[in-house]
């Protein structure tokens, strides 16, 4: 289908990748993998003839088609998503065009004797036969399905593409490509902007694709799922393996440790060698068998072992100032867009070094509620920010607000303070913007690379609150893994917004399930809480909940309902009064001991100083109790 021979592409005079081969035939499901700026998406614009190469040959079948998905499109205003979908079937639309102006001539005629007119009948039975064979009458209905399998509703499909945020416009470009049937699909990171639901709809399509499928993604459940073939990307050449990635690190690993093994018995083998023809040199009699060696040494075909690309980020989030014990609590916060309701009435209580995992089906206000506690939209209800809080906040389009214009130097330069200005350079270095990469343009940075960039924006402000929305989109495994522990090492506290379990595992703490407008607290890791809602991952647990039968609802909406609904609103108050005594006594007790610190002597000789202090101690152990003491019952009552 495909033939990539001797393939060399160089960037800025050193070689991207050098000399690489491999071939491409229907079936093959290949995961393209390797660090970022490994040249992963650059073959894949190759590939699809979007970029010249420097050495090399692509050789492919007659007439075969390719689609590429890519990370940055871009729309005809005006055209709805289903016109814009519709974009997808070039030749149907074209023979609906030549079945328009047939129509419309022989509804203008009258001619019907003549030749022409005849023609015209023969034109449309023509049209019409080709129409079929496209698939003219069913097009409309497969882009439907598809669309629906891509998380659209039925409602959406009217409204203008402009109207929709970059990750929603990416799918309708997926859609597109899907509808078109091509011999070849590239897809660079498709499961970026799917939530769960589209995701498993995409692996089912993929799974029966006849043709072939190349695919860049940094899940890795994604690809155990998708490929039957991982082909890696690493210091300029390629590493082939006829298996999904899991399976293909086994091999890999297997691989270079027989490498290696060989590599030091031939080492042996030289050194010997090298001894012998030092010591037959000395000898006139011996020069000849000196010779004899030095050829044979000459002809040995040397085992040479890649290094491995250890290249990763040096990533350290730093602590600002300790803030007080309890740092966010939000009140009865509820949040609406129009008539659509995404929060109602939500209580949360985050206390100072926990860390945080929001989950749950996307759609139910994970990103909503992160967007609210940061101050960036407006809401109803109360959200309030403890004593000393600083805020770090990472979106999850966080690189889409970078200046293309900019280099990555200036980036940094820009966003710095007169404190930081100075350690641009360190910082970029900590994020493998090293030499000249720091003169690159935004805009040619790849998806992976930008991400970092914005990772590193993120250390020039002081924080002691981190919020994290997806930080790991377009990261390397490799990246993500070094994310993980240095949000394992942060001691500040962490609210993270995921739904990769791989990365969420032994990283969090407490887990705050996202469900029909509501949380609901489980106070373990992502284990714990799978352990508890019985499901075997975090997929499952976001797949959307089946419709309650009205029976059901029926019998729910009783006297006992009412009443359970009483008792736990009246908890709920009761917890958040409490909330509200001990942060205001721990700001009492703060300003004691500051004062203390200051002037010891003056503020001890007030009247009965040392029991007033004490009994405010006294009452804020109590209420911590009263606190521990609510939360059980809370928990209790809504198992």
Known sequence: MLNIHNLSVSFQGEYLFEGITFMLSPGNRVGLVGKNGAGKSTLLKIISGEQEYDEGAIATDKEISIGFLK??????????VLEESYEAFTEIKKLEKQLEEINTQLATRTDYESESYNQLMIDLNEVQHQYEIHGGY????????????????????????????????????LAKLLLQNNDILLLDEPTNHLDIESILWLEDFLKNYAGAVVVVSHDKMFLDNVTNRTIEISLGKIYDYPKPYTKYLVLRKELREQQLASQKNQQKQIEQT????????????????????????????????????????????????????VVITAENAS???????????????????????????????????????????????????????????????????????KTVEDTMIDAADEKTRPRVRDILGSFLF???????????????????????????????????DEPTNHLDIKSKNVLKEALQNFQGTLILVSHDRDFLQGLTNKVYEFKDHKLKEYLGDIDYFLEQRNLENLREAEKKTKVVSEEKATASSGKQSYEDQKKLKSLQNKLSKTEAHISK??????????????????????????????????KLNALMEDWENVTESLEKFQL
């Open 71 to 80: 990370q940055d499109i871009d729309f005809t205003k005006g055209r709805t």
């Open 138 to 173: 069913n097009y409309q209905g497969e882009t439907e399905r598809i669309l629906q399998g891509l998380g659209f509703q039925r409602e959406d499909f009217g409204k203008v593409t402009e109207t929709f945020s970059g990750g929603w416009r990416m799918r309708i470009e």
């Open 274 to 325: 090298e001894k012998l023809i030092e010591k037959f040199r000395a000898k006139a009699s011996k020069a000849t068998m000196a010779q004899s060696l030095i050829k044979k040494l000459d002809k040995i075909d040397r085992i040479e072992v890649d290094e491995d690309d250890n290249a990763v980020m040096n990533l350290r989030f730093p602590i600002s100032v300790t803030p007080g014990k």
């Open 335 to 405: 949040k609406s867009y129009g008539d659509k309701k995404v929060l109602s009435n939500v209580d949360l209580l985050i206390e100072r070094d926990s860390k945080t995992a929001f989950v749950g089906q996307n759609g139910q206000g994970k990103s909503t509620l992160a967007k609210m506690i940061v101050g960036d939209i407006p809401f109803d209800g109360k959200i309030d920010l403890g004593h000393n809080v600083q805020i770090g906040y990472f979106a999850q389009n966080q690189a889409d607000y970078l200046d293309g214009t």
């Open 434 to 468: 090293r030499g000249e990469e720091v003169d690159k343009y935004v805009r040619v940075l790849s998806g992976g690379e930008r991400n970092r960039l914005a990772l590193a924006k993120l250390l020039l402000q002081p924080f002691n609150v981190l919020v994290m």
């Open 585 to 618: 006594l721990e700001k009492e007790i703060k300003e004691i001991d500051v004062e203390l610190q200051v002037n010891y002597e003056e503020t001890i000789a007030k009247p009965e100083f040392f029991d007033k202090y004490q009994a405010k101690k006294d």
